[in-house]
Nanobody, 127 residues
Framework: QVQFVESGGGLVQPGGSLRLSCAAS????????IGWFRQARGKEREGISC????????RYDNSVKDRFTISIDKAKNTVYLHMDNLKPEDTAVYFC????????????????????WGQGTQVTVSS
């Protein structure tokens, strides 16, 4: 059974950093598109970053570009999201999932193509 478990969230001050982990089970991250998503209270879930595990290509939404870095450790079957210079508007529950239709990140903003969804990890940026 394919499953993702997100961890690493917490409370951080503006300008701080966090590293989120997305541990995959039930399959190997050999050639998939793995996306990071977030959902703020009262808002829709949005795609913010993606990595194509086959060739290492990455994509970022403009809202996180140059602040967030997505990476993969295939030995640990885990995808990471390193977040720097965090802002209050980054406050949300963060999720990871795989594109269920293709192995590239071309459609990383199309939330409906991704799954399955775990519980997510809460990130709160506040002073």
């Amino acid at each position: 059974q394919v499953q993702f478990v997100e961890s690493g969230g917490g409370l951080v001050q503006p300008g701080g950093s966090l590293r989120l982990s997305c541990a995959a089970s039930g399959f190997q991250l050999d050639n998939y598109a793995i996306g990071w998503f977030r959902q703020a209270r009262g808002k829709e879930r949005e795609g913010i970053s993606c990595i194509s595990t086959g060739d290492g290509n990455t994509r970022y939404d403009n809202s996180v570009k140059d602040r967030f870095t997505i990476s993969i450790d295939k030995a640990k079957n885990t995808v990471y999201l390193h977040m720097d210079n965090l802002k209050p508007e980054d406050t949300a529950v963060y999720f990871c999932a795989t594109d269920q239709y293709e192995h590239t990140c071309r459609g990383f903003r199309v939330v409906a193509e991704y799954g399955p969804w775990g519980q997510g990890t809460q990130v709160t940026v506040s002073s």
